[in-house]
């Protein structure tokens, strides 16, 4: 586990380098500087870091919706996996849950079903599958819809 203190905080425009990096490391097709800087400016749409006290370690995108929050893109450095860095993004956004989302009770998630790893991530992190949503994503693979109720 982490031996320096993990602090969580918003995303900024100069963070956009790191989280670059850390998508390239993370998927096959990662988002670039326009789609991070288009996503950045979208009303309710929002990015939150964690860091080790100097670099950004994990990395999360979501949006705040009435009544929940959609997790739309989340990824660690691959040195810092199973440290503990994206967990902690996850326990911050839940905390955001009272304070965003004027009667919010849930985070939802869409995972490939291939992505063994993001679905064991969600279930450690008390999600649950809802809802497997056929031929969901443009290749046909099918989409686990994860869920965490407050």
């Known amino acids: 586990m982490m031996e320096t203190?993990?602090?969580?905080?918003?995303?900024?425009?100069?963070d956009f380098?790191?989280?670059?990096?850390?998508?390239?490391?993370?998927?096959?097709d990662p988002w670039q500087y326009r789609d991070i800087s288009e996503y950045?400016?979208?009303d309710n749409h929002w990015g939150i870091v964690a860091t080790d006290e100097s670099l950004i370690q994990?990395?999360?995108?979501?949006?705040?919706?009435?009544?929940?929050l959609?997790?739309?893109?989340?990824?660690a450095h691959p040195?810092?996996?199973?440290?503990?860095?994206?967990?902690?993004?996850?326990?911050?956004?839940?905390?955001?849950?009272?304070?965003?989302?004027?009667?919010?009770?849930f985070i939802v998630a869409d995972v490939r079903e291939t992505n063994?790893?993001?679905l064991l991530f969600f279930q450690s992190n008390?999600?649950?599958?809802?809802?497997?949503?056929?031929?969901?994503?443009?290749?046909?693979?099918n989409c686990y819809l994860m869920r965490f109720d407050k």
């Open 58 to 68: 994990a990395f999360a995108w979501y949006s705040v919706e009435p009544v929940y």
């Open 40 to 42: 950045y400016m979208r």
């Open 126 to 141: 008390e999600f649950k599958c809802v809802k497997i949503l056929p031929d969901h994503y443009d290749d046909g693979e």
């Open 79 to 105: 040195d810092s996996r199973r440290e503990g860095y994206a967990t902690r993004v996850i326990e911050d956004l839940k905390l955001r849950l009272n304070i965003d989302c004027s009667s919010g009770s």
């Open 70 to 75: 959609r997790l739309w893109n989340i990824a």
């Open 5 to 14: 203190m993990t602090l969580t905080r918003a995303l900024a425009p100069e």
């Open 17 to 28: 380098q790191e989280v670059i990096e850390i998508e390239q490391f993370s998927y096959d």
């Open 116 to 118: 063994l790893n993001a």
